[in-house]
Each structure stands twice: as structure tokens, then as C-alpha cells.
């Protein structure tokens, strides 16, 4: 990989410590330009900019959905939210883990996603067992992509279920590209590939284009059913149309003309990419 500095950046004091934020538009300038910043330790107060030369994608019409998750997804076994506890999610994704004791996440960066999650440019997503969170994932959304920084599990196939929501949530709202950063085993299984730095930077600039048709918190809503008064955006009226658009259909709780329940946000995001796979 290769990496570069950006220079000349006032670092504002993040509202919850003492520590120097990344601001935000330098931050969002850095997705744009194809970077992304990361730190050698959690204790560490300085960040490297990252500029890989072979970028690891998930085509959003090539999510590998097994039959495995499929059932997973089918049965509702988690609870899944959209920037429902934001905060908890990168702390887990900061936490050591088998394999890899030293995160890159440091205290600096954690802030300033966070700040970056308050100015609505960050996301993350959430699944519950209960009141436990015991999966997710976060990152970074423009124009028409969203880069993943990181994800987390503490029980089987959450994190698996976290990203078949966001690329379900992804594609009913219009983004075209969906950044993983580097390929790794896991991802590679669920149709993550590899494109040229080059390849990338093209599909950035075709995706700035134009915007997405909704916003994720829209597509959210559509997708789970939630009313307005939920905390999770509005338009879902407009948003339902766009959802049956690319098979997805808003979640109702109301009978279907056969007489029985229609089926759960998870059945649906299931069905929907027996539809492309």
C-alpha cells in the first residue's frame, strides 16, 4: 500500500475529550480522493493516510449470500438497527480480538468518526440479541458511496447479517459503490473483489455524478417498517417505491390478500438477493 499526508489541517478539540479531531472535511476530502486515515496503536495521537494500491470492493449485485445466511436472515434472529448506538459499535470494532491484539483505531480517530457520525456522515449498523449488541458494522457515506471501516461479532453470522443489511439498504437507496478497503477471507467469501487504484477512483467520480435516492435513514425506515415518529427519517412513503423497485418491498404489518401476514424485513433482504446471486 501506499500512503500520503495531507498538510496544513486545523484539528478542532473533539466534544468528548481532550483530543485533536480529524476535521471533516478533510476527512470527507480524503474519501473522495481515495484515502482513508489510520494509526499504529489506540494510544497513538498521530494517523497515516492510506492510499492502497489494489482496493477491495463489494459489487452491490454480487453480494454471495449462502443459503446458510439466507436462513439466518429468513428467521430474524437479530434485531437490526441503523445508527441506533453508533458509539458502542466502534468501540467494539476498537476492542483486541483473536489474531489481531493492537487496533488501528485509536482514541483520535474513534473521535472523530463520531463527530462525523454526529454531522450525519457516518453510519453504522446493529444487531441485537435483547438489549445485547452482539454485531455491527460502521463507516463513512457520499455522494453515492459508502466506505466500511470496520465490523465486529460476538455471535455467529451477525456480522454477516450487518452486511447483507447495509448492502440491502445500499442498493434500495440508489449508492453504487460499497468500499471494503483491503480483501480478507471473510469478505472475499461474500463477493468482495479486488480493482486497480485506478478502477477506483474512476468509479468515485462517476458515483459523484449525482445523489443517491434517498438517504440511508429513508431506506432504513422502508426497508424495517418504522413509522416517522421512530427517529429514523422521513419520507418512507417515497422511499416504499423505490424499494419495490429492486425488489424490496416496504415492510407492513397488515395482512397480504391471501390473508396472512406479509413477510419480515429479514425474509424480504433474503429474498432480494436470491433475485441477483
Not at 54 to 67: K, N, T
Amino acid at each position: 500500500m501506499s500512503s500520503a499526508s495531507l498538510h496544513g489541517m486545523h484539528a478542532p478539540t473533539s466534544p468528548d475529550s481532550t483530543l485533536q479531531i480529524i476535521p471533516p472535511d478533510i476527512l470527507l476530502l480524503a474519501y473522495r480522493a481515495g484515502m482513508f486515515p489510520m494509526a499504529d496503536a489506540r494510544d497513538d495521537e498521530e494517523v497515516f493516510w492510506v492510499e492502497p494500491k489494489r482496493r477491495a470492493i463489494l459489487p452491490l449485485d454480487g453480494f454471495h449470500c449462502s443459503r446458510s445466511l439466507a436462513k439466518v436472515l429468513r428467521s430474524d434472529r437479530f434485531r437490526v438497527t441503523l445508527d441506533s448506538d453508533f458509539g458502542a459499535v466502534i468501540d467494539a470494532c476498537a476492542e483486541p480480538r483473536p489474531g489481531h491484539p493492537v487496533t488501528w483505531i485509536s482514541g483520535r480517530i474513534e473521535a472523530s468518526y463520531r463527530n462525523l457520525h454526529r454531522l450525519g456522515h457516518a453510519h453504522s449498523v446493529e444487531c441485537w440479541q435483547g438489549e445485547e449488541l452482539v454485531g455491527g458494522l460502521y463507516g463513512v457515506a457520499f455522494d453515492r458511496v459508502f466506505c466500511g471501516e470496520s465490523m465486529f461479532s460476538r455471535a455467529d453470522n451477525a456480522s454477516k447479517v450487518a452486511l447483507a443489511w447495509l448492502v440491502a439498504l445500499l442498493r434500495h437507496a440508489g449508492f453504487k459503490v460499497l468500499d471494503c478497503q483491503f480483501v480478507t477471507e471473510h469478505l472475499a467469501s461474500l463477493g468482495a473483489v479486488e480493482i486497480s487504484r485506478d478502477h477506483y477512483l474512476g468509479m468515485l467520480a462517476d458515483a459523484a455524478r449525482s445523489q443517491p435516492l434517498m438517504g440511508l435513514d429513508q431506506a432504513y425506515a422502508s426497508v424495517a417498517g418504522a413509522t416517522a415518529g421512530s427517529g429514523v427519517g422521513a419520507g418512507v412513503a417515497g422511499a416504499a417505491g423505490a424499494a419495490e423497485a429492486r425488489g424490496l418491498g416496504a415492510a407492513s404489518s397488515s395482512p397480504s390478500p391471501d390473508g396472512t401476514a406479509s413477510s419480515s424485513p429479514g425474509k424480504r433482504i433474503a429474498q432480494s438477493f436470491t433475485h441477483t446471486s
